[in-house]
């Protein structure tokens, strides 16, 4: 399977990438939702036993996606720090080496709901924060995935998962894109993240991604 596939939404032509982004050609934007940096480092200062590297590996996973489209703006749809103690000197290095590596990149936060909590990122990422929405095309991008008056709304907030086949623990469970008529979410981004479940209707698509691949569930 392709790690991304084409689809047209709104009359516009966007790209589902199998790394939980969206590429946005006509405007060589790429769109993120809920990275969650320093999540798992805000987990640790609470005392909590957590996985070490999620920054680095979400810094990683980014690259690759940069290095393979032509992307001019990266626009992140809310939550960039998961909390006050985000602001951790390991993950605020981390993060500054990764600006350095792509110092010509505009890149655009639209405040979430933890981002209100965590504060602005600092001031040496040269990161413009905007609250939602942001209007793109004819897309209003927003962390709240609420309805836009004139604009289908990209958002992200909820960190849509769907269930695949099987029963009880035999049943799969993967982050996906939910499309509807009005109001689209993005999956979470963020490698450390929950997720929630949600149904396909009959007016709306869902594409689920895993192991590299995406693909629609029918």
Known sequence: MRPYLSIELAGARLWLLADKA????????????????????AYRRLGQPVPHGTTDDNLQRLD???????????IFLGDFLHAPES????????????????????ITLIRGNHDKRAGDPPPQLKIRVLPEPLLLGPFALQHEPDPHATHHV????????YRLFGKGRQRLRLPCFHMTAHVSLLPAFGAFTGGMNI??????????????AIWEAL
């Not at 969206?22 to 480092?41: Q, S, T, V």
């Not at 690759?64 to 990266?74: D, F, K, M, P, T």
């Not at 990209?154 to 998962?161: D, E, F, T, W």
């Open 87 to 106: 602001h951790a000197p390991s993950t605020l290095s981390a993060l500054q080496a990764w600006r350095e590596r792509h110092a010509a990149l505009n």
């Open 22 to 41: 969206i590429y946005y050609p006509a405007e060589h934007a790429l769109l993120i939702a809920d990275a969650h940096f320093g999540k798992a480092a």
């Open 64 to 74: 690759a996606i940069l290095s393979a489209y032509e992307c001019q703006h990266l």
């Open 199 to 212: 149904e396909k209707g009959d007016s709306s698509r869902v594409f689920v991604v895993g192991d590299g």
């Open 154 to 161: 990209l958002a992200g907030h909820v960190h849509p998962a």
